[in-house]
């Protein structure tokens, strides 16, 4: 993931205990992010951060909506958002070349570091605060909120009426096929 200097926290200049940070996430952020699932959102992010002797306490307040395709309908649907996350930053030793991966809620970094991104820790709490399946809400009736010509077409028959007829009877008279309907035939 690029580098956002916007997210930047300088670490050593600040004292120890309570520190509050607010963020306003948008499209700004997502377009940097290669092959991002989500394009446009408004989500204000308060980040609590914690800074003791040899560790900082990071809690990710999220809240807000994403802009995201109904999986039901594709139509496009505001996903309201309202998640926490902690993390822990804690310094790795000197001697360590390569980061402990006991706990994925610890991340580590180098004792010579001035500055923390938190950049792309927004972006995985982002996507994982969506539900794997996105749909438009029920109304108060227990009806779908989708789009309604699409849902009538799915909900329509199971016939193939008028979807490939023509080109289903040129795929029989290609001559391509002539070698199958042989092997076929042999049986």
């Not at 200049?13 to 952020?29: A, C, D, P, R, T």
């Not at 505001?78 to 998640?83: G, Q, S, T, V, Y």
């Not at 227990?142 to 080109?167: H, I, K, P, R, Y």
């Amino acid at each position: 993931m690029k580098s956002f200097e916007k997210y930047d926290i300088p670490f050593v200049g600040l004292k120890l205990g309570l520190h509050i940070f607010s963020y306003q996430i948008n499209g700004e952020l997502l377009s940097l992010i290669e092959e991002s699932p989500v394009k446009e959102c408004d989500i204000a992010v308060q980040l609590e951060f914690t800074k003791r002797e040899n560790v900082f306490e990071l809690g990710f307040n999220l809240s807000g909506t994403v802009d995201v395709d109904c999986d039901r309908c594709n139509d496009l649907l505001k996903l309201p958002i309202e998640d926490r996350y902690k993390i822990l930053v804690k310094f790795k030793a000197l001697r360590e070349s390569s980061q402990p991966d006991d706990d994925p809620d610890i991340i580590f970094i180098d004792k010579n570091e001035t500055h923390l991104n938190i950049a792309e820790l927004i972006y995985e709490f982002l996507i994982l605060s969506m539900p794997i399946y996105k749909v438009h809400p029920d109304d108060e009736d227990g009806n779908s909120t989708c789009n309604q010509a699409v849902m009538e077409w799915l909900e329509g028959d199971d016939s193939d009426e008028g979807f490939g007829e023509e080109d289903e009877d040129d795929t029989f008279n290609d001559p391509r096929w002539e070698a199958l309907r042989k092997l076929k035939q042999k049986k």
